[in-house]
């Protein structure tokens, strides 16, 4: 079986619980593959817990949830050493960041000492406690979410933090005809219970390797470059993109032509993932941008239409992209 069979697969069963994301669920697929990390942006109720879930289920994966709050500490997220009276000795216990997919809820309620634990933990996939080192289980992928309405009691994500997640993504209601079928298919039992797994961590392992051998060619290295740079000149933008997150687009385009059963990387891979990839990285000049239609823009929409602009006016390449 192809890889791009194995991803459609494991798509499909999460489709089975979650209707209409689609979208969403292949782009987790691509921040699986890239060993990056997603944070979803909406409003509660849209999907968030009941997707991360479906993911971690349908890979055999550990799954852990923490609620964060105000008074939530580091320890509580990587563990601690306590004295065990039995062995007459000091012993680790470990966190829930001790896992497979943690699933960071409303992440901006936790204070910044909180939220920097993770930093270390999503950057190196590693926990240092009390001077020891110690490796985290891979496949490792942080899904944070985050409310974009209620501000009261939340502490916003630093540029430093933001830099570390691959993408940002919105779950967005569903349509009227989706919204219908998620009232029949949960009219009588929740099908996350009955969610099988269709594969397994080392499958998942095998194709975080081959990702990274997808071929890219110096036309689109270029093409990726020039829409980094792009950002650092922009009008709009006060701090443009940064080489983490040069490196992180060219990633996750080689992720996504794998799920879709290529060899290589093409332009288009490059535009399809630059707003997810970028937009949140972006620090814009000011608030409060008016779009076409006369709506007050969030600083992340802003930022998106800056990296719109930029991909209709940088030339997008035509080569044979299957050479390197």
Known sequence: MSHSDIASKIISNINSVIVGKDKQIELLMVALLTGGHVLLEDVPGTGKTKTARALAQSLDLDFKRVQFTIDLLPSD??????????????????GPIFTNILLADEINRATARTQSALLECMEEKQVTVDGETRKLPPPFLVIATQ???????????????LDRFLMMLSMDYPTHDESIEIL???ATEDPLTTLKSVAAPAELLNMQEQARLIVVSDAVYDYATSIIEATRTAQEVRVGASPRALLALVSAAKALALLRDRSFCTPDDIKELAVPVLAHRLCMHASGAISKDGRILSQHDHASTVINNILDTIPCPTENFERK
């Open 77 to 94: 997220l990587t563990g601690i050493h306590y004295f065990d009276r039995k062995a007459d000795q000091f012993v680790f216990r470990e």
């Open 147 to 161: 409310n974009p309405i209620e501000s009261q009691g939340t502490f916003p994500l630093p540029e430093a933090q």
């Open 184 to 186: 029949k298919r949960f």
